[in-house]
């Protein structure tokens, strides 16, 4: 393929598709090496990216971006492509699918309790507007900050490290 008729069918570079999806051209050349993507080459060996391309590279990146390991996500992509029969490969998917399901949830609690915390601090930190005092223990020995930290495990992290 020349590079020219890459153009005319809207291919994208390495370059152009990193900067699309908000990554770096070398993850792009690395997934390629873990075989998540195929691009196009010209006759030159530059890659083009086709927009199905761009969709299967943004669906590994946000899954990478969720932790979710790269041998499962290998693991999905080359899956069907691997499998002897359409039973193997559903079984192994669905057995995939239930891993990535439960990491998700188990995230999904994690960024629920975050927000429960950030609301709790963030409710404390407002009783500071216009606080004259300076915001240590020592400062204002009656912070509400510093007397709610125990509920609030992000104001353990704000409020003053010399806290006893």
Avoid: Q, W
């Amino acid at each position: 393929m020349k590079a020219k008729e890459a153009r005319a069918e809207g291919l994208l570079t390495v370059g152009e598709a990193a900067e699309a999806l908000g990554t770096t051209p070398r993850t792009l050349l690395y997934y390629e090496e873990e075989g998540l993507v195929r691009p196009r080459r010209s006759d030159r060996g530059t890659r083009f990216y086709s927009a199905f391309d761009l969709r299967r590279l943004e669906m590994c990146l946000r899954l990478a971006r969720l932790d979710i390991p790269l041998r499962t996500i290998r693991a999905l992509a080359l899956t069907r492509r691997d499998a002897a029969t359409g039973e193997e490969s559903g079984r192994s998917l669905v057995a995939l699918l239930a891993e990535i399901r439960g990491h998700s949830r188990a995230r999904i609690a994690i960024l629920r309790a975050l927000v429960r915390d950030l609301d709790r601090a963030e409710a404390n930190l407002a009783g500071c507007s216009g606080c004259p005092r300076p915001p240590t223990r020592a400062g204002c020995p009656d912070c509400p900050c510093e007397r709610d930290a125990p509920d609030a495990d992000l104001l353990t992290l704000i409020c003053d490290p010399d806290r006893p």
